[in-house]
Structure formats: structure tokens, C-alpha cells
């Protein structure tokens, strides 16, 4: 028999604060006391302390502010299901389960997950959702911390914005908006009239 459980080493279910999900293996051959396995070890998933269900061992879409947040939610439950198969399937597979292996199932598991993200979208739209997942789940960092939830947030609002913008560029040139568009000067400067026109604060003309 065994069993993976999943928890937060927090007490506060309020604040912005990042906390670290655990995960706590247990394991019984027998029904003996001395056959018994029990450890944790950390996932290095990090979910906002307000978002995390004790009971349901998982974060609570519902309490997402925006709808990035939700999509982040999202893959944090995923990732934790998908987890937690690896984890019995290797449990199977080993006569002794160790926090070792069972590390390395989870860090094989999120670099794989990484490995097929690292391509970079062409395409404005889905670069900008890429980027802010990226951001969400800790993989891309400014001076080595993670973004704070305001600045997430703006690039949320920029990605509006360029979305608007992009289609207003198919209208007036018949062409899909990609970041090589701006390579040229004239979408460079369609992009900073549509701006002023549509009275956007200079905060976003700058980003």
C-alpha cells in the first residue's frame, strides 16, 4: 500500500506570501508497524499561501485574481496529479522507494515539462501568455527572484493591448502581428500612434 500526500509548511491561509508544496510518501508492504516508510520531500512547485487547500491538497481556481492566475492554478494542479502517478509508478517499479528516487522522479518530471516550453512563440499573442506563464511558475526571474504579482499583472494588461493592437495591424496591412514585425520602422510607429490615438499612458508606450 502506499499513499502520496501533499502539503504547505504554512500556517497563514492569507497574505501573497510563495510557499513550497511537500510531498509526504507512505508506504506499507505489510501491515507491520517496522515495514513501514514514511518521508517528505519538496516538489519546488510554489503556490500563493492564500490559493492552497489543506483538505483538497490542491490550489483553489476560484481564488485566482485574474485569469492568468487560474491558468497558473491550473497547470500547479496538473503538475501535483501528474506528480503523484510518477510517483506510484516508480514506487512499483523499486523494491526500496527513497527520497532520493523520489526526487528525481519529480525533477525528471518538471524538466521535462520545461524542455517543452523552452521554444519561444513567434506569434505576439501567444509569446506574451507564454511569457507571463513563464514568469508565473518561477522560470523566468529578474536578478534571480521571481516577479512580483504587480508587474505580472501589467505584462496581463500589455498583453490586451498588443492583442487589440493586432488586429487593427491585420485590418490596416492584411498581416499577422510577430514580434519581426516591429523590425520595421513603419510598425514601430503604427504601434505608437494606435497608442497615442487610443490614449494609452505613456507607462505602456515605454514597455
Known sequence: MASVHYFTRSNSEKGEKEVTIWARIFIAKKEKQ??????????????????????????????????????????????????????????????EFTPDICRGVIRTYLEEKQTKKLEVPKDVHKYIKWIIQEMNEGRRLFKGNKYDYDTIKQYGNLEGVLNRFASYYKKQTGKSLVWDSFESKNTADMYMTYLEEYGYMVKTRNK
Open 34 to 95: 517496522s515495514n513501514r516508510v514514511v518521508f517528505q520531500v519538496s516538489t519546488n512547485i510554489k503556490v500563493p499561501s492564500y490559493a492552497w487547500d489543506k483538505v483538497k491538497e490542491c490550489a483553489i481556481l476560484e481564488k485566482a485574481k485574474t485569469e492568468i492566475e487560474q491558468r497558473r492554478f491550473g497547470s500547479i494542479n496538473t503538475y501535483i496529479s501528474e506528480i503523484k502517478t510518477h510517483i506510484h509508478s516508480e514506487i512499483l517499479k523499486n523494491e
